[in-house]
């Protein structure tokens, strides 16, 4: 690397026409605050991926890279969802830059923890985990919810940094390597650690977003945490085959338990149980074929290999275009 190296600052973006006017002058501040301190190059650039908008994010985006170069621009076709987001912005960003940083649009991550991230990157770390210091600002259920998840993440196997989520330092270096991952069903914070290189953490504060709301309800925390599970481990299925195995080993007791009752002449009372245990297995037998089923579909996702982002629109030009307009 000769000189300063270039940062992109990679912002995911859907629906935030509210928040962005507040935020993005923040982010170029940092970039131009972090170079003139002498930590990064001026050719830095602020990178906003549009997810797809309904409201006017795009034109806010469009306007700022009017405003100012530093600012830039990509739009996926559609939306398609926080991480494939995030995942566009950095391949975008892999052959124009040295480093990356990912961070939320809407200001609940310390941006200011930023400085210390490129520092610990200039003292060698290819990637720096931002983890949150605290969580007083959750509800006493996100807080729960979430812990729980990285312990149940870790305790099925998937090296997930504790209290981590997506605000995060890359360097090009690794974005090259981690390109070569080409499944569809992306959980970027089990996967990062997955390509290895020196890594760091840095702490930082979370606040309540300085406006809009969040797109995360329930219904999607649980979607991305069995996402997460499922495609960074095999062990619910280990796990059902346990369960199987153990019921199995069971019933057979129960078999010659129910013989040798038979030849001894007492009768076997009790419909209930007979009806209890007919129940029970049914009730694991669908959750495992649909635990099983889940693995399945996404194997045909995989399968598939469809493309993870669009990108239709872009404020720049990275290489010679093909189309007209
Ligand atoms: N986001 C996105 N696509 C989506 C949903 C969210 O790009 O389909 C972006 C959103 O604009 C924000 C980030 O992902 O920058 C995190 O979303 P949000 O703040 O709603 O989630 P929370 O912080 O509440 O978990
Ligand atoms: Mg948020």
Not at 206 to 232: N, V
Not at 286 to 297: D, H, K, M, N, S
Not at 303 to 314: D, G, H, L, N, V
Request: proline share 3%; with cysteine.
């Amino acid at each position: 690397m000769s000189g300063k190296p270039i940062l992109w600052i990679i912002i995911p973006c859907y629906n935030e026409e509210e928040v962005l006017p507040i935020t993005a002058p923040q982010f170029l501040h940092k970039i131009l605050d972090l170079t003139a301190q002498g930590l990064i190059s001026d050719k830095s650039r602020v990178c906003f991926v549009n997810d797809g908008s309904r409201d006017r994010t795009w034109q806010l985006i469009c306007q700022f890279a009017q405003q100012d170069p530093h600012y830039i621009g990509i739009s996926q076709s559609r939306n398609r969802g926080h991480q494939n987001a995030v995942l566009a912005g950095l391949m975008e960003a892999k052959d124009q830059c040295d480093v990356t940083i990912s961070i939320d649009c809407d200001g609940q991550d310390d941006i200011n923890a930023m400085d210390e991230m490129v520092r610990k990157y200039l003292a060698g770390a290819e990637v720096v985990y931002g983890v949150r210091s605290r969580r007083d600002t959750d509800t006493f259920f996100k807080r729960f919810t979430a812990e729980g998840f990285y312990h149940l993440m870790n305790l099925l196997g998937a090296d997930i940094v504790f209290n981590h989520a997506d605000y995060r330092l890359i360097s090009a270096r690794v974005l090259e390597h981690f390109a070569d991952y080409h499944e569809v069903n992306i959980f970027l914070r089990g996967m990062v650690p997955l390509a290895g290189f020196p890594s760091e953490t840095v702490a930082y504060e979370r606040h309540e977003r300085l406006a809009g709301e969040s797109h995360y309800p329930l219904s999607k925390m649980l979607g991305l945490a069995f996402d997460g599970i499922t495609s960074l481990s095999n062990k619910p299925i280990r796990l059902i085959t346990g369960v199987g195995l153990l019921f199995s080993i069971l019933s057979f007791i129960g078999v010659v338990w129910a013989v040798v009752l038979g030849v001894l002449g007492s009768t076997v009372a009790g419909w209930a149980s007979t009806i209890c245990i007919v129940c029970l297995m049914g009730g694991i037998q669908l959750v495992c074929l649909g635990v099983i089923g889940e693995y399945i579909g996404k194997i045909y996702m995989e399968t598939k290999a469809r493309p993870r982002y669009i990108i239709s629109e872009r404020t720049w030009q990275p290489y010679e275009r093909k189309y007209h307009g």
